[in-house]
């Protein structure tokens, strides 16, 4: 059996089922107003509530981490019960409301007498904000790319061209976002930069809602009887959504501790609840799909599972690299760089829309490559992918680092420097990241498909913590953002540059030398 049902003629647009494209401009409005909201909030919590690096660095890594590790919770409802369809709605729903909140801002944090002075309330109320995104991204996140896998069969050779169009969508809305909300953020106010995020999660709700009769009922519970099974006179799916918005309390108090290290043994590192919370996680979903594995699965669905295992900590790797564009990246091109472009000064938030712009740029040549080297039978494996992937990644730190070695002492960076480091890095992107969304469509078992999306994600959750410890890694003294030390400033950059680049080379090697033994374990799968 396969797992989806190939789309007839009338059911396609430009060789692809429509289904396809309700999940691109979903998910482009989604992206939209969750990097929105991402480029301005390193800038936000240093510049407006006067947040250290480390404190800030902290923060956004606790965020990422929370927002990726929800869809393994959101996934395993939908599997069982809900459905990817009413999921998907549901944690949309609880994005329009987060994405609102963060508009209130409160006063702007001051220092008197030495003595920080914080809009306590406004702080909650941005912490609120945050927990409700957190868990709507859970509801969502996992779901939409689980739905776009079955909207092709499972050797279907449009399957990778249908990812990088769909991961398109996301890049447009990210680009779009990075340079509308960055620019009314920074120019005119925050509230105004995440209040039109709020906006872009409304449409893109009303495009999944209005274009949900093109999915071709991939997207719904698989035994909707369930749902009606009542307790206390209360039906399951009313549980279910209760449960969520309940969650959302939990994960409010969690994303405060996020600066707060915890030593529970001598031979243990400190570790934050975040980080504990990530750690009782992946016990629980290890535990289960290793009894999953054993007791459900033939010999050839384990050796898959253990190859996209490996896939899934590639990810990881990547993306700790990677979402150090939104901290060290953003820090140092607003402190230390020169952001003019052909007479344009741009804004630090607005620069992060650079490597969605090289993504959707670069999406319809790798959308025709990968199809054009399988013709030819020259298509790298998926695990080749991954070692390239992670190779582009490494060098895009060694071009910011030889950028800075060859400007002059004591002057800004040229901005080119950091537009080159994105293209580099986005080439590794579109090698590595759509590719491994598929894989995780075609060797997961069927029955466990949106958990092992959740688990994905939950790869990148920890990247997010792993990137924040990179980025402390160049937290410097600052006086609301403005640093007092060029030179020493752009020093501790470059060494975070250096090693950066040193553990995406080591990366990169590693998946080279283990991509003969992967592609043994996938057993045909491309």
């Not at 919770?73 to 729903?93: E, H, N, P, T």
């Not at 995440?194 to 035994?223: N, P, R, T, Y």
């Not at 472009?341 to 969605?356: D, H, K, V």
Request: with cysteine; proline share 3%.
């Amino acid at each position: 059996m396969t797992d989806a049902v190939t789309s007839s003629p009338s059911n396609e647009f430009m060789g692809h089922p429509k289904g396809l494209y309700i999940c691109f401009f979903t998910e482009m409005w989604e992206r939209f107003s969750f990097y929105g909201m991402k480029a301005l909030l390193f800038l936000y919590l240093i510049k407006y509530h006067l947040f250290t690096d480390e404190h800030g660095y902290n923060l956004i890594g606790a965020y990422g981490a929370l927002v990726y590790a929800m869809p393994v919770l959101g996934g395993l409802l939908a599997d069982r019960y809900l459905g990817m369809r009413k999921a998907v709605i549901f944690g949309a729903c609880l994005l329009v409301l987060g994405h609102f909140g963060m508009a209130y801002e409160g006063f702007k944090a001051s220092k008197v007498d030495g003595v920080l002075i914080q809009d306590t309330q406004a702080l909650q109320v941005f912490y609120f904000s945050l927990a409700l995104i957190i868990v709507g991204v859970g509801f969502l996140k996992p779901n939409i790319s689980t739905i776009v896998g079955k909207l092709y069969t499972k050797n279907d050779p449009r399957r990778d061209s249908g990812f990088t169009i769909f991961y398109a969508g996301i890049n447009f809305g990210a680009w779009l976002a990075s340079i509308v909300c960055a620019y009314l953020g920074e120019t005119y106010g925050w509230k105004y930069g995440f209040g039109l995020a709020g906006i872009g999660m409304i449409a893109g709700l009303l495009v999944f809602i209005l274009g949900q009769k093109h999915l071709e009922g991939h997207a719904e519970a698989s035994d909707p009887k369930i749902l009606s099974i009542k307790t206390a006179g209360i039906p399951l799916e009313q549980w279910i959504y209760f449960g969520g918005f309940v969650s959302v309390f939990g994960v409010w108090a969690l994303i405060q501790t996020h600066s707060l290290f915890l030593t529970l043994g001598s031979l243990l590192p400190p570790a934050s609840p975040v980080i504990l919370f990530l750690h009782s996680i992946s016990l629980v979903l290890i535990a289960g799909m290793v009894w999953f594995v054993r007791k459900h699965c033939t010999k050839v669905e384990r050796d898959q599972m253990i190859a996209l295992t490996m896939i899934i900590l590639a990810g990881l790797l990547f993306f700790s690299l990677y979402e150090q564009t939104y901290g060290s990246w953003v820090a140092f091109s607003d402190r230390v760089m020169d952001r003019n472009i052909l007479g344009l000064t741009w804004s630090a938030g607005q620069l992060t829309s650079m490597g969605a712009l090289f993504i959707f740029i670069l999406a319809p040549f790798f959308a025709w490559l990968w199809p054009y080297l399988e013709s030819k039978k020259l298509n790298p494996s998926t695990p080749l992918k991954m070692a390239l992937g992670l190779g582009f990644a490494s060098l895009s730190f060694v071009v910011l680092s030889l950028g800075i070695n060859s400007s002059a002492e004591n002057t800004l960076i040229s901005v080119w420097v950091l537009i080159g480091a994105y293209f580099v890095l986005e080439i590794g992107e579109m090698i590595l990241s759509p590719i491994s969304l598929s894989a995780v469509t075609q060797l997961s078992v069927k029955k466990v498909v949106s958990v092992m999306m959740g688990a994905w994600f939950l790869g990148t959750s920890y990247s997010e913590i792993l990137a924040a410890e990179f980025n402390k890694l160049s937290a410097i003294e600052t006086d609301g953002g403005i640093v007092k030390d060029l030179t020493s400033a752009i020093t501790t950059y470059d060494e975070l540059f250096i090693f950066s680049a040193e553990i995406g080379f080591a990366a990169a090697l590693f998946f080279l030398i283990i991509t003969p033994f992967m592609k043994k374990l996938m057993h045909g799968v491309k």
